[in-house]
């Protein structure tokens, strides 16, 4: 049966079960057990001060009113650098190619950032489609070109996501085949396109963390244009 490239898009199952169920089980292996201390063993510890980092980085930015946001965006943030790196494992496949999933995250969280604005501060969220200093005859059009702007911030968060990460599976795909196809043919350039294929991965490893930290990142900036 000939296989697409894009068919790793796809979930893969054995025995009518999806593999993707199965991967998602290794994330409870790290979750800790019931115990009478708050920090048990290393793993604790090492969760513990990751969650505090991104915590930290992702207030930064924000006043006291957009840190009622930290849990929403803390576990955002863990959730999608869960998948992505998952998504990295063999037999599986990464949920966050698929635009449809991108965009159920992006646009109710970028709709509830534009609202908390409209309600807490309209004056101030308004004023963001008109800049001050505008010349009169170029009114309308810089107010359709804000708010087109605006509107297309769900849309770029998905597709930015979907993008990056569909890319990088592609190209590990491409020059994988090729390392298989040429190791019977020329050995001494299969093994040096198995390097690049390992630099890659590393690299993949690096875009599917950062990726993750881009799409919070943007969604608490756009959060602190409105509070």
Request: one cysteine or more.
């Given at each position: 049966?000939?296989?697409?490239?894009?068919?790793?898009?796809?979930?893969?199952?054995?025995?009518g079960?999806?593999?993707?169920?199965?991967?998602?089980?290794?994330?409870?292996?790290?979750?800790?057990?019931?115990?009478?201390?708050?920090?048990?063993?290393?793993?604790?510890?090492?969760?513990?001060?990751?969650?505090y980092?991104?915590?930290?980085?992702?207030?930064?930015?924000?006043?006291?009113?957009?840190?009622?946001?930290?849990?929403?965006?803390?576990?955002?943030?863990?959730?999608?650098?869960?998948?992505?790196?998952?998504?990295?494992?063999?037999?599986t496949?990464?949920?966050?190619t698929?635009?449809?999933?991108?965009?159920?995250?992006?646009?109710p969280?970028?709709?509830?950032?534009?609202?908390?604005?409209?309600?807490?501060?309209?004056?101030?969220?308004?004023?963001?489609?008109?800049?001050?200093?505008?010349?009169?005859?170029?009114?309308?059009?810089?107010?359709?070109?804000?708010?087109?702007s605006?509107?297309?911030?769900?849309?770029?968060?998905?597709?930015?996501?979907?993008?990056?990460?569909?890319?990088?599976?592609?190209?590990?795909?491409?020059?994988?085949?090729?390392?298989?196809?040429?190791?019977?043919?020329m050995p001494?350039i299969?093994?040096?396109?198995?390097?690049?294929?390992?630099?890659?991965?590393?690299?993949?490893?690096?875009?599917?963390?950062?990726?993750?930290?881009?799409?919070?990142?943007?969604?608490?900036?756009?959060?602190?244009?409105?509070?």
């Amino acid at each position: 049966m000939n296989l697409s490239f894009f068919d790793q898009f796809m979930s893969p199952y054995l025995l009518g079960i999806p593999l993707i169920l199965i991967s998602l089980l290794f994330p409870a292996l790290l979750l800790p057990s019931p115990h009478n201390r708050w920090i048990t063993n290393r793993i604790s510890t090492l969760q513990s001060w990751f969650i505090y980092t991104i915590t930290k980085q992702l207030m930064t930015p924000l006043n006291k009113k957009g840190h009622k946001w930290a849990l929403i965006l803390s576990s955002l943030m863990i959730f999608l650098l869960s998948i992505n790196l998952l998504g990295l494992l063999p037999y599986t496949f990464t949920p966050t190619t698929q635009l449809s999933m991108n965009l159920a995250l992006a646009f109710p969280l970028w709709l509830a950032t534009l609202l908390t604005g409209l309600r807490n501060q309209p004056s101030a969220s308004l004023g963001h489609l008109l800049p001050e200093g505008t010349p009169t005859p170029l009114i309308p059009a810089l107010i359709m070109i804000e708010t087109t702007s605006l509107l297309i911030r769900p849309l770029a968060l998905g597709v930015r996501l979907t993008a990056n990460l569909t890319a990088g599976h592609l190209l590990i795909q491409l020059i994988s085949t090729a390392t298989a196809v040429l190791f019977s043919i020329m050995p001494a350039i299969s093994i040096l396109t198995a390097c690049v294929l390992l630099l890659l991965t590393i690299l993949e490893l690096a875009v599917a963390m950062i990726q993750a930290y881009v799409f919070v990142l943007l969604l608490s900036l756009y959060l602190q244009e409105n509070i």
